[in-house]
């Protein structure tokens, strides 16, 4: 059974940084995609950012570009989300997933995730 642990997640202040890293379990961690996924209440869960299964490629929501930066160890089966100059909007629980089945370098579309985290709370404050 594939499991992920999300972690690193606290309240902050504007213009801080934070640090979220994933720790996934169960099978080959080098065969997923892996993105990391918030939603606000009452609102859709959006892609924030994604990376392909060797690191090579990634993707990340405009919004987000120049302050997050994604990244994998494929020798600690782990995904990290960098966060800086963090801002209010910013504020979500934060959701890792992997996608497994996709045949493609990397996947924004959150159907085509297989496996999903609990997520953790990120709140910036102003």
């Known amino acids: 059974q594939v499991q992920l642990v999300e972690l690193g997640g606290g309240l902050v202040q504007a213009g801080d940084s934070l640090k979220l890293t994933c720790a996934v379990s169960?099978?080959?961690?080098?065969?997923?995609?892996m993105g990391w996924f918030r939603q606000v209440a009452e609102k859709e869960r959006e892609l924030v950012a994604a990376?392909?299964?060797?690191?090579?490629?990634?993707y990340y929501r405009d919004t987000v570009k120049g302050r997050f930066t994604i990244a994998r160890d494929n020798a600690k089966d782990t995904v990290s989300l960098q966060m800086s100059n963090l801002k209010p909007e910013d504020s979500a629980v934060y959701y890792c997933?992997?996608?497994?089945?996709?045949?493609?370098?990397?996947?924004?579309?959150?159907?085509?995730?297989?496996?999903w985290g609990q997520g953790t709370q990120v709140t910036v404050s102003s």
């Open positions: 997933a992997a996608a497994w089945r996709i045949q493609a370098v990397i996947t924004t579309r959150g159907s085509t995730y297989d496996y």
């Open positions: 169960g099978r080959n961690f080098s065969t997923y995609i």
């Open positions: 990376i392909s299964r060797r690191g090579y490629s990634t």
